[in-house]
């Protein structure tokens, strides 16, 4: 089955680094993503990872994937106010009886205070 | 290109109106979805098409109703609205399968109150 699990919340202090964490149950997921949510808005697409990689680095943002315990991490340098949204962690099953129909975690929501 | 379009922003409905969400995209993208946003369930999939012509159920398909004539657009019918449906309403397309680099856009919602 599918099932993306994220904590509900993290608090960091301006200028921390903040991890936000996701598990995944589906090991043959093809694609991860991580998605933004300002308050108010849509989801804005940070970043995305193959599953044949890794890490992968975006200025400010660093994703971790550990394949072997279905764990994806987003790590954000320097946190600033502006950071201060929900994050949400999704996951698509592609190739062959893939339907490429996310599946999204219930999102953290990042509080970053002075 | 607008992206992912949306309207109304806002609506307030009484119980047992008909209305239709609207939901058009300029990106000639194959696959659009809605979902619906409640506190603390995150976003849960009401239906989907992946291309003209073809929709399919989500996750909570009962109460909306979907029709994918043109490429462009998605438009969510809620039959007779009920207080259970008040939520924000997210339209979303993709260019998947044939890139999944981008993910989905999602439009600005929709939100969406029932008396």
């Known amino acids: 089955g599918e099932d993306v699990e994220q904590s509900l919340f993290l608090s960091v202090r301006e200028g921390d680094s903040s991890v936000i964490n996701c598990t995944y149950t589906?090991?043959?997921?093809?694609?991860l993503y991580w998605y933004k949510q300002e308050p108010g808005a849509g989801l804005q697409l940070l970043t995305y990872i193959f599953s044949n990689m890794d890490m992968k680095q975006d200025q400010r943002l660093t994703v971790l994937l550990n394949k072997k315990d279905k764990h994806l991490s987003l790590r954000i340098a320097d946190t600033q106010t502006g950071d201060s949204a929900i994050y949400f962690c999704?996951?698509?099953?592609?190739?062959?009886?893939?339907?490429?129909?996310?599946?999204f975690g219930r999102g953290t929501s990042l509080i970053v205070h002075p | 290109n607008a992206g992912v379009t949306q309207t109304p922003k806002f609506q307030v409905l009484k119980t047992g109106q008909s209305m239709t969400l609207q939901c058009a995209q300029d990106?000639?993208?194959?696959?659009m979805s809605w979902y619906r946003q409640d506190p603390g369930m995150g976003l849960r999939l009401i239906h989907y098409s992946v291309g003209a012509g073809i929709t399919d159920q989500g996750e909570v398909p009962n109460g909306y109703n979907v029709s994918r004539s043109t490429t462009e657009d998605f438009p969510l019918r809620l039959l007779s609205a009920a207080p259970s449906q008040t939520s924000v309403y997210f339209c979303?397309?993709?260019?998947?399968?044939?890139?999944?680099?981008?993910?989905?856009?999602f439009g600005s919602g929709t939100r969406l109150t029932v008396v």
């Open positions: 589906d090991s043959s997921s093809t694609y």
């Open positions: 979303a397309s993709s260019l998947m399968p044939r890139d999944l680099r981008y993910g989905y856009t």
């Open positions: 999704a996951e698509i099953i592609g190739w062959t009886g893939g339907s490429y129909i996310p599946t």
């Open positions: 990106m000639n993208h194959e696959y």
